[in-house]
């Protein structure tokens, strides 16, 4: 089964409104990453967090992972149409295991 | 750059028929992977290597058999196609160490019918 879990699984938001995807573990992580896949492409990365209490900047989005370790969240503010997508975690098993991801349909 | 290339890009199967998926990455990546992505269901892993010669089972192994001679290729091969086989595959790879980046491929729309 999943070894992370991911909230919510979908989100439509007017454009202009805030987001936010959760991810969660039972067990301490390593690190973690976030991709995102546009429809009918493949995942790309966007970003790798490795601290505890973790907080890195991309533009428009934050991406923060928890101080035990064990969660971490994409928050993105004013969503635009280009945000459309879906977004997943990724944790590090001895192999990589991605949430299910959520969908993000932004409506202009 | 070529990074990770997936052939076919769109296969439709019989149920009983064999195929294999090619996956190569020209970025001398230790780490490859197999994943397949049904919707809502993310992406889920199907078999790994570490390097050539070193394979290992994902999540949802059974149905798919896969070898790793060289470090560049990575083939998936479907033994015995089945309905509940109809997904989108991704092949990916990264290099070692559990946080470097993985790159995917575009994916192999695949259909059982």
């Known amino acids: 089964g999943q070894q992370v879990m991911q909230i919510p699984q979908y989100q439509h938001v007017q454009e202009g409104e805030d987001f936010t995807t959760y991810c969660n573990s039972s067990?301490?992580?390593?690190?973690i990453q976030w991709y995102k896949q546009r429809p009918g492409g493949h995942p790309v990365f966007l970003i790798q967090l490795v601290k505890s209490g973790e907080v890195k900047k991309q533009k428009r989005l934050t991406f923060q992972f928890g101080e035990a370790k064990k969660n971490s969240s994409l928050h993105i503010t004013a969503t635009q149409t280009t945000d459309v997508g879906t977004y997943f975690c990724a944790a590090n098993f001895n192999k990589f295991y991605f949430g299910s991801g959520t969908k993000l349909n932004v409506k202009p | 750059n070529a990074g990770v290339t997936q052939t076919p890009k769109f296969q439709v199967l019989k149920t009983g028929q064999s195929m294999t998926l090619q996956c190569a990455q020209d970025m001398n990546h230790e780490y490859m992977s197999w994943y397949r992505q049904d919707p809502g269901m993310g992406l889920r892993l199907i078999h790994y290597?570490?390097?050539?010669?070193?394979?290992d089972q994902g999540e949802v192994p059974n149905g798919y058999n896969v070898s790793r001679s060289t470090t560049e290729d990575f083939p998936l091969r479907l033994l015995s196609a089945a309905p509940s086989q109809t997904s989108v595959y991704f092949c990916?790879?990264?290099?070692?160490?559990?946080?470097?980046?993985?790159?995917f491929g575009e994916g192999s729309w695949l259909t059982v019918v």
């Open positions: 990916a790879s990264s290099s070692a160490g559990g946080g470097n980046t993985i790159y």
């Open positions: 290597s570490v390097g050539a010669g070193i394979t």
């Open positions: 067990t301490t992580l390593s690190n």
